[in-house]
Nanobody
């Protein structure tokens, strides 16, 4: 199965910014719930930003609210994550993924936390390292 391709990661100092991009496989264009996830060493993968494409609603983990912004460019089937005011605790590998079932009870951080536990088609991700 073709996987998403994430890019844009790098090493920055605290307070800096990065913009991540994710080219989603074409078969995900029917998805209405997608987002960015991250996994730090020794920790579970967690959602940080989710978008419900039906109405454009966005949801963020408390740890990134006010600093990260998720957006989608439909023409390119590409997902973006603008990350500002980065902190050392944002250091992680960042992934994007889309739900294809269209039967989720909700499209939000809590629901996608459980969804991520069963998802297996993760791409390579992109490393983000924030130094203090």
């Amino acid at each position: 199965q073709v996987k998403a391709v994430e890019s844009g990661g790098g090493s920055v100092q605290a307070g800096g910014s990065l913009r991540l991009s994710c080219v989603l496989p074409l078969y995900t264009d029917s998805s209405n719930c997608m987002g960015w996830f991250r996994q730090a060493p020794g920790k579970e993968r967690e959602p940080v930003a989710i978008i419900y494409t039906t109405d454009g609603s966005t949801y963020y983990a408390d740890s990134v609210k006010g600093r990260f912004t998720i957006s989608k460019e439909n023409a390119k089937n590409t997902l973006y994550l603008q990350m500002n005011s980065l902190k050392p605790e944002d250091t992680a590998v960042y992934y994007c993924a889309a739900d294809l079932s269209r039967v989720l009870p909700r499209c939000d951080i809590e629901t996608m936390t459980y969804w991520a536990l069963g998802y297996t088609y993760w791409g390579q991700g992109t490393q983000v390292t924030v130094s203090s």
